[in-house]
């Protein structure tokens, strides 16, 4: 799939009618991205959860509450202001983890995104997007609370925890999330 010549309006058009994978049978819409195409900031989460599918937009259930909490209180940014998307653009059944085939067809699709909004900061929210973007099988635990570059370029990633992660309340999650989005803040006033 060459995608390199798309923009966002024509890759979002493209991905609508996507069967690169098995989760074209059991998504209601393909939930592409969202937000601004010049944004310094890009969220990349996991997958589509069953609002979001519904709705065809990233991040609108409650780790979406959660985020744009975050947004406003840490980086002092609306969601209108970031750009938003995930790993794999359908929901997984059951909101099972979305499986390396899924991932790999996927893939092409974000990376075009990242390319096209080239962004100050990548902010990979979890494991999934992490470890796919660092090209490591290293967890967020372990990755958080250092910056690193997105592959050979010069943009920013800081690896934080899945807004999941910090509704289930382990112990400290939310408060990493702040210091890890403090520290996304200072790089793009730098
Ligand atoms: N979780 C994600 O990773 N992405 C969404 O869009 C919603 C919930």
Known sequence: MTLAHYNLADLAIKAASCRACGLATGRTQVVFGA?????????VGEAPGAREDECGVPFVGR????LDRLLEEELGVERADVYIA???KCRPPDNRDPRSDEIAACRPYLT??????????????????SRLLLETKTGITKLRGNNYYYGDSLRHLVP????????????GVLAHMRNDFGRARELIAS
Do not use: E, K, Y
Request: hydrophobic fraction near 50%; charged fraction near 10%; aromatic fraction near 6%.
């Open 35 to 43: 937000g601004s195409p010049d944004a310094d900031v890009v969220f």
């Open 112 to 129: 075009c995104q990242l390319d096209l909004v080239n962004p100050v900061v990548i902010i990979t929210l979890g494991n999934f997007a």
């Open 63 to 66: 780790s979406g509450q959660l």
């Open 160 to 171: 934080t925890f899945h807004p999941a992660a910090a509704l289930r309340g382990g112990s």
């Open 86 to 88: 995930n790993v794999v």
